[in-house]
């Protein structure tokens, strides 16, 4: 596609509820990389795919929260029995080689409130 | 040590002015370096990158990269209210292909 994209764009649940986040990577790029922004605040690095390696999980801030990235391409961010500091936007990004050099781009990200 | 450090500002620029970004970063050997610029509610996104030290320009935008004092800069020139936003500095680590940021800069053009 044309650029990275996530759903839903936005998601009301309550708390002690399951959700889903889902990012679709620019096709081609290896590393997709998924961020949480509060509001007013700086980005929170969550979670890191790169190819077929191990992921780099050292920012989820708890066990409720897991990752998966199925066939190397789209991704699913879950958030098991919700709390409402989890309410944030959550963002991903995909990176990939330019002129023999990573860069990342951002989807518009999946704005989650929970009640 | 944060590995991308910025100032959180609010920095505040009179309108037409050169807004100066700065970031400095703590692993010596990086490679890549990217300006990413987020309005309030938006993604960032990537307004520029460098990878050689010196400047780069493009617009009204100049990077600049000084890899032996590990500091990258942003310089915007005639700033619009428009530019007002958060600037977010990102850095490529030698050997690594994720992705570093820096807390931002929020910049704010005063009319």
């Known amino acids: 596609g044309a650029g990275v994209s996530q759903s839903p764009s936005n998601k009301v649940t309550e708390k002690g509820k399951d959700v889903e986040l889902r990012c679709d990577p620019i096709s081609g790029h290896t590393a997709l990389y998924w961020y949480r922004q509060s509001l007013g605040q700086g980005l929170e690095f969550l979670i890191y795919f790169q190819g077929n390696s191990a992921p780099d999980k050292s920012g989820l801030p708890s066990d409720r929260f897991s990752a998966e990235r199925t066939g190397g391409s789209v991704s699913t961010l879950t958030i098991q029995r919700t709390q409402q500091e989890d309410s944030a936007v959550y963002l991903c990004?995909?990176?990939?080689?330019?002129?023999?050099?990573?860069?990342?781009?951002f989807g518009p990200g999946t704005r989650l409130l929970v009640l | 040590q944060k590995e991308v450090e910025q100032n959180s500002g609010p920095l505040s620029v009179p309108e037409g002015a050169i807004a100066s970004l700065n970031c400095t970063y703590s692993d010596r050997g990086s490679q890549s370096f990217f300006w990413y610029r987020q309005y309030s509610g938006k993604s960032p996104e990537l307004i520029m990158f460098i990878y050689s030290n010196g400047d780069k320009e493009d617009g009204r935008f100049t990077a600049q990269l000084n890899k032996a004092s590990q500091y990258v800069s942003l310089l915007i020139r005639d700033s619009q209210p428009s530019d007002s936003a958060t600037y977010l500095c990102?850095?490529?680590?030698?050997?690594?292909?994720?992705?570093?940021f820096g807390s931002g800069t929020r910049l704010s053009i005063r009319p």
């Open positions: 990004a995909s990176s990939g080689r330019e002129s023999l050099r990573e860069t990342q781009y």
């Open positions: 990102a850095v490529n680590p030698v050997g690594a292909s994720k992705i570093i």
